[in-house]
Each structure stands twice: as C-alpha cells, then as structure tokens.
Nanobody, 127 residues
Framework: QLQLVESGGGLVQPGGSLRLSCAASGFTLDYYDIGWFRQAPGKEREGVSCIKFSGDRTNYADAVKGRFTISRDNAKNTVYLQMNSLKPEDTAVYYC????????????????????WGQGTQVTVSS
C-alpha cells in the first residue's frame, strides 16, 4: 500500500524557516513525480511545488518562488520542501502527493493528476 507521511511542520515567526519532509513507504519514489500542496482555512488546495521523478525539473507557484526549494533523496525515499522567508500567508496544512512519472517535461501542479496523498502537516507563521 502506498503511503506518504509528511513531517516538519510547526509554528514559526515571520521571516523564519522550516523544512518539510515527505517520506514514502510501501513503494519507491524513483518513478514518481512528487508535488507539495497547501490548503488554508476556507481556501482551495493549491499547488506549491513539484519535482520530476528524475529530480532534474522543478516547478514553483509564483507565491513561493525564490523562497521555497524542493529536493528529493531517492536513496532515502524522501522529498523535502525547504521554506525560507516565511510569511503569515504561508500558513496552511501542507500535503505531499505522488503520481506515476509522466512524459511531460514540465512538472505540472494539477492536484487532480496526483493519486496518492499524505495526511498533511500544519505550518503556522505568526509572531
């Protein structure tokens, strides 16, 4: 059974940093594109970042470009999201998700194309 588990969330002050982890069990991430999504109260779930199975292509939402970095360590079966210069508007539950690798060169962040999801981790940015 495919399982994704997020960790690393918490409470941080504006301008601070957090690193989220997405660990897979029951399957190897080698052949999966991985996306990070977030959902704030009362809002739809939105794509934050995505990394191709090969690790050589990444994509970011405009709101996080230059502040967040996605990476993967297939040997550890884990994908990371380094979040710097956090803002209050980054407050949300963050989810990672997996989909079987696609041939598209871009790592698109359409949540409907991802079929395995973690349970989420809360990130709160507040002073």
């Amino acid at each position: 059974q495919l399982q994704l588990v997020e960790s690393g969330g918490g409470l941080v002050q504006p301008g601070g940093s957090l690193r989220l982890s997405c660990a897979a069990s029951g399957f190897t991430l080698d052949y999966y594109d991985i996306g990070w999504f977030r959902q704030a109260p009362g809002k739809e779930r939105e794509g934050v970042s995505c990394i191709k199975f090969s690790g050589d292509r990444t994509n970011y939402a405009d709101a996080v470009k230059g502040r967040f970095t996605i990476s993967r360590d297939n040997a550890k079966n884990t994908v990371y999201l380094q979040m710097n210069s956090l803002k209050p508007e980054d407050t949300a539950v963050y989810y990672c998700a997996a989909r079987w690798a696609t041939v598209q060169p871009m790592c698109t962040m359409d949540r409907h194309t991802f079929n395995s999801w973690g349970q989420g981790t809360q990130v709160t940015v507040s002073s």
